[in-house]
């Protein structure tokens, strides 16, 4: 996604637009599509923008989460950040830790699912194993 792209989103979320908040959109941007966290970001940006901090590079993330151009998710106790907005699931190598998007199906896994009733909302689908690269090694 181009930067304008994540600009917009945060302008029409009535978020003002900042050098820190152009850093981290520049990051994002360069790393798309991908998986990251905050500490990740704030260590690669902190040299160029000393005077930011992790909780200024968290809040800066959860305002692309609430614009609706990062989607978030736990992994191990870490919250790991995302620019694929679309339902997929999540797969975490436990030996490299690397994470992939996998497509799924979203209407065939709810028509799956037993749901008593209940009306979901939102659904998350993390799987966890042993990757390719992991495998052939």
Known sequence: MEREFYVDSLRK????ITPQRLTVIDYVRDHSPGHFTAEKIFNAIKEDEPTITLATVYNILKALQS???L???????????ETNTRFHANFLCTV???????DIDEDS???S???????IEQ???ILKGVCRECRRK
């Open 13 to 16: 979320s009535s978020f003002k």
């Open 67 to 69: 614009a609706g151009t």
């Open 71 to 81: 989607k978030s998710l736990e992994l191990n106790g870490t919250t790991w950040f």
């Open 96 to 102: 490299c830790g690397n994470i992939y998007d996998m």
């Open 109 to 111: 896994l709810l028509r």
């Open 113 to 119: 699912i037993d749901v008593d009733g209940n009306m």
């Open 123 to 125: 659904a998350s689908v």
